[in-house]
């Protein structure tokens, strides 16, 4: 399948799947870090599908804990958040910052921005559409920034550019590391046999998912598992997906588990359809 934008459907982060998706039975490989699979596997159960847990991130704690911590209960102007990681982690490391009056908040996206406000801060600089680093450098309120004090909170190694950016506009860019993103230790050549019964559609929201997937995987597992469809979060991971040799995608319309499960509906459609077609039995 070419890579597509899936229709949404519901507001995002309904609990409820699409009303025209049954996924009969189908089993959904979901690779989200453990504390952040629920969500996704309740709406694949809802829709009639098998959610199968395989996390293929793990979020640890960072490499200098006291030095993030020094930097998020120091003064700034604007403080980032990346992701909905980096707000659980940042509240970890200190609770009691971040919370200032003559703070800017910012989200890159709605999922974070929700984290945000659960944890009770109240981010005013969130994209309305997109959910990455462009989106949030093309806010207004960002194009002048010369002598602001800038902290992005993230995991360590993540994208250079909005910092890059914010500091080429004339910002004091500075970053807090909160957590890490590592390897799982877990073997998925115990599951294959069941998976090749059992999966009709892999689930992937980050490119590290990609990579440590396929690290985790067998190599003569590789070819199956990369003919599976293939449901990602945005465009820029359909892009490292298709780099990797996966071809059947479905692009989320919206970063959640409400447009996660729109993409895997799409491509049970469409592998339901195509069996039809063949005059063969519909995939799992």
Request: proline share 8%; with cysteine; glycine share 10%.
């Amino acid at each position: 399948m070419s890579e597509r934008a899936v229709p949404a459907h519901g507001r995002p982060g309904d609990p409820s799947p699409p009303p025209d998706c049954d996924l009969g039975g189908c089993g959904v490989l979901v690779t989200r870090p453990a504390a952040q699979a629920e969500g996704l596997c309740r709406l694949v159960a809802a829709a009639g599908g098998e959610p199968v847990r395989f996390p293929s991130v793990e979020i640890q704690p960072p490499a200098a804990p006291d030095a993030a911590a020094a930097l998020l209960a120091a003064r700034w102007d604007l403080m980032v958040f990346i992701s909905r990681n980096a707000v659980e982690q940042a509240l970890r490391l200190a609770p009691a910052a971040h919370r200032g009056e003559h703070i800017q908040l910012a989200a890159v996206g709605r999922a974070t921005a929700k984290a945000m406000q659960a944890a009770g801060l109240a981010p005013s600089l969130v994209p309305a559409a997109g959910f990455d680093s462009e989106a949030l450098l093309a806010l207004p309120a960002l194009q002048q920034v010369t002598g602001r004090r800038v902290l992005i909170v993230r995991g360590e190694g993540g994208r250079a550019l909005l910092g890059k950016t914010l500091g080429e506009r004339g910002a004091e860019v500075h970053y807090a590391e909160v957590y890490r993103r590592g390897l799982p230790a877990a073997d998925a050549g115990v599951a294959l046999a069941q998976w090749r019964s059992t999966l009709g559609v892999v689930t992937a929201t980050s490119d590290e998912v990609l990579h440590n997937l396929l690290a985790l995987v067998p190599a003569a597992a590789h070819a199956w598992l990369k003919g599976l469809p293939l449901a990602v979060l945005s465009a820029r991971n359909a892009e490292t997906a298709r780099g990797l040799g996966f071809t059947r995608l479905a692009v989320a319309p919206q970063p959640d588990d409400a447009g996660m499960l729109a993409a895997v509906c799409a491509l049970a459609a469409q592998a339901s359809a195509t069996g039809r077609e063949a005059g063969g039995v519909e995939p799992p």
